[in-house]
């Protein structure tokens, strides 16, 4: 390659940051307010050889920029910066930073503590220059209404690395998931929106790299727009707008599990590799204002990001734009979400940054979803973010959990996490749609040892099982683990099948955790942060009780989505979604009575009836469930000119799904249900 050295042409201009191609030249410009110098160094692509190095002359308030000719665009690049006073940085002058605004970096960060103190420029990755082309071949995104949406949250290698229906080249990467197996798989289970975890450009932790263990989760980011190289063949922005349009194809959406909250440099001892640099004053949240290097640290990872900040704001706001637009994906789900709204050290659901959001023409149309709490002051926010949010209910996850599995006194708060939990999420104030309902999430049990495990069984990660929630409200049915015995293996799958139900049948958004369907399990693992192995990655080699459990799964989302009374329930008395119509609900008694004050009292109960009409349909549902270990009989219709057709029922056998809907009754319906089981009826009116 013949290598003519880069110089500049012009004064460029300081908008927008990053380098960004202007006809036959690039634009520099680098946001670096603690700077009295900023230089742009050049590589070759192959062996990262020095080329050149181009100092940045023209300042616009705190941007340096500069317009420059003769890039070859195969060339990649770092950035450096001669601070004014280092008493304000970490930053050493001779070492290279990665451009915050970077869209592609030419490969993954990984920690290398002899390079980083030696030959930094080594470890580091350079950016590439980006030129966006790529052929979307005129498909759009689906725009699922949220009331009928299904998420699966997924990690993408862990999605396709043992799929040997995929293609094997493209096992565990970003085309793994474009690939026609996973989409099958995706599609026939009736889901609208895949939530990834994590696939911005991010380094482990240097002490997981010590102790020969990785970050595989990829909660620690380096950059906000580059996507990791990790999981791609070749070109790393080009394969993820190869995922997305194949997703978007076959009507299924993406939503980006985003970390803005901190990033990989950690605290006061940790890596100087990008931000840390460039514009550590403005971005990081400090304990003190006298450069002490103390940081704040609400996110548990070292350092807190500052998006009360006006770089802080900015960047993370371009970085969703970016995504939204460039990369076509429909929505995030906010790691640690809490902290994108603190003042300082205090919550405002006010916050600049969520104020900014919802004046966005673009970013306002997302989908954003709110893990709503951070481990800072005031951390613990369920409830109290903006109205067009979504929020992440672990207090659905816990209700449930802690039903299914006998605990007593429960049935008046699973009663609310069914129809939406409206007592966090206020009528009148926030949709029925606000709460995304869950019973598994990455960062704890499957579904599967949910029901198999009473203690968290975190060894393989090498911290003395210390590490993991401790109060998972687990049962485990007589055997800790697994298990041979038919009568624990069948309990424990009709309450896998009695909480999918449950998840799937409420008010809000449903949210599925990848491999449930099929049985997964991480041994009692409830933290697999750092376990990129046979722990995380599904398993596609299923038994017969595994096939039975993914056929299941798809009843109860083909359900959900035959009946709109399942998706969304408009009451009477919450005007904050208008319709011409309502709908009605009551709580019933095993009697068919409706509830009064004082059956709500009765601790002892562990059942529940609900009845939800349908008057613009002429239709009704009924939910019945019963969490104690007798079976209870309720009566369903009584002399009434009704018919009743069982829809589900999770009492019986895998092997008698497809007869569930066989079963109607006239007029009169005294129905037992059994032990630890649910089931769902419709009433028509008989005809004349």
Excluded at 226 to 243: F, G, I, L, S
Excluded at 487 to 506: H, Y
Aim: charged share 25%; net charge negative; glycine share 6%.
């Amino acid at each position: 390659m013949t290598i003519i050295k880069a110089e500049i042409c012009g004064a460029g201009s300081p908008n927008p940051l990053g380098v960004t191609s202007n006809n036959e030249n690039y634009n520099v410009a680098v946001y670096a307010p603690d700077a009295s110098k900023v230089f742009i160094h050049f590589f070759t692509p192959d062996t990262e050889e020095f080329i050149c190095k181009i100092e940045l002359k023209n300042r616009t308030g705190k941007v340096f920029h500069s317009l420059i000719s003769h890039v070859s665009e195969n060339y990649v690049y770092a950035l450096q910066a001669i601070q004014k006073d280092k008493r304000k940085g970490h930053c050493v002058d001779e070492r290279l930073f990665i451009d915050p605004y970077a869209k592609s970096l030419n490969k993954s960060l990984v920690w290398n503590e002899t390079q980083y103190h030696q030959q930094s420029a080594f470890m580091l990755p350079k950016a590439k220059l980006c030129k966006q082309e790529f052929d979307w071949q005129g498909v759009t995104k689906p725009n699922i209404a949220r009331h009928e949406s299904v998420i699966y949250e997924l990690h993408v290698k862990g999605f396709s690395e043992q799929n040997s229906n995929v293609t094997e080249a493209v096992r565990g990467k970003y085309l793994g998931l474009a690939d026609t197996p996973s989409i099958e798989h995706l599609k026939g289970l009736g889901i609208t929106a895949v939530q990834i975890l994590p696939i911005f450009s991010f380094m482990s932790e240097p002490r997981l790299e010590q102790i020969g263990l990785t970050n595989y989760w990829g909660y620690n980011p380096i950059n906000f727009f580059a996507p990791d190289q990790r999981y791609a063949n070749n070109d790393a922005v080009t394969e993820v707008k190869t995922m997305v349009r194949e997703l978007h194809r076959n009507g299924i959406e993406v939503i980006l599990d985003v970390v803005y909250n901190h990033t990989a440099e950690s605290g006061a001892q940790g890596p100087s590799l990008s931000f840390k640099g460039l514009v550590e004053g403005e971005f990081y949240l400090r304990t003190d204002d006298d450069y002490s290097f103390d940081y704040a640290n609400y996110s548990g990872c070292g350092n807190t990001v500052n998006a009360d900040s006006n770089f802080g704001i900015k960047i993370i706001m371009d970085s969703m734009r970016y995504w939204l637009t460039e990369m076509q994906v429909d929505g995030f789900r906010f790691d640690l979400a809490a902290t994108l709204g603190r003042n300082g050290d205090r919550f405002n659901r006010k916050a600049a940054l969520f104020r900014a959001m919802s004046q966005d023409p673009i970013i306002s149309q997302a989908k954003l979803i709110a893990e709503p709490w951070d481990i800072g002051p005031e951390g613990y926010q369920l409830g109290n973010f903006p109205s067009e949010w979504l929020e992440c209910n672990d207090r659905f996850r816990d209700t449930v959990r802690r039903f299914w599995r006998g605990e007593l006194g429960l049935v008046p708060e699973l009663a609310s996490r069914i129809l939406g939990s409206r007592d966090i999420f206020k009528k009148g104030r926030r949709s029925h749609t606000s709460s995304v309902n869950y019973v598994a999430y990455h960062d704890g049990y499957t579904l599967n040892d949910l029901v198999s495990y009473e203690q968290k069984h975190n060894e393989a990660n090498l911290e003395n099982n210390r590490d993991g929630h401790g109060s998972n409200f687990s049962k485990n049915y007589g055997v800790e683990g697994e298990t041979t015995k038919p009568e624990v293996l069948a309990l424990r799958a009709k309450q896998i099948r009695n909480m999918l139900s449950t998840v799937l049948f409420s008010q809000g958004v449903p949210h599925l955790l990848a491999g449930d369907e099929i049985g997964r399990t991480q041994k009692g693992n409830n933290n697999a942060y750092c376990q990129d192995n046979e722990i995380s990655w599904l398993n596609w080699n299923l038994d017969k009780s595994n096939t039975e459990l993914l056929e299941f799964t798809k009843l109860v989302i083909s359900i959900r989505k035959s009946y709109p009374l399942l998706q969304r329930c408009f009451l009477e008395d919450d005007d904050y979604e208008y319709s011409d119509f309502h709908h009605h609900v009551n709580w019933i008694k095993p009697s068919g009575e409706s509830k009064q004050i004082d059956d709500w009292q009765n601790n002892e109960n562990q059942c529940l009836g609900l009845v939800v009409a349908d008057d613009d349909n002429g239709y009704q549902l009924v939910l019945i469930l019963n969490a104690s270990e007798q079976s209870v009989t309720y009566k369903i219709v009584d002399n009434q000119p009704l018919s009743a057709v069982r829809i589900l029922d999770t009492s019986l056998i895998s092997q008698q799904l497809g007869t569930q809907t066989d079963c109607q009754f006239d007029r009169n319906l005294d129905h037992e249900q059994a032990p630890q089981s649910l089931s769902l009826w419709k009433l028509l009116p008989l005809q004349q």
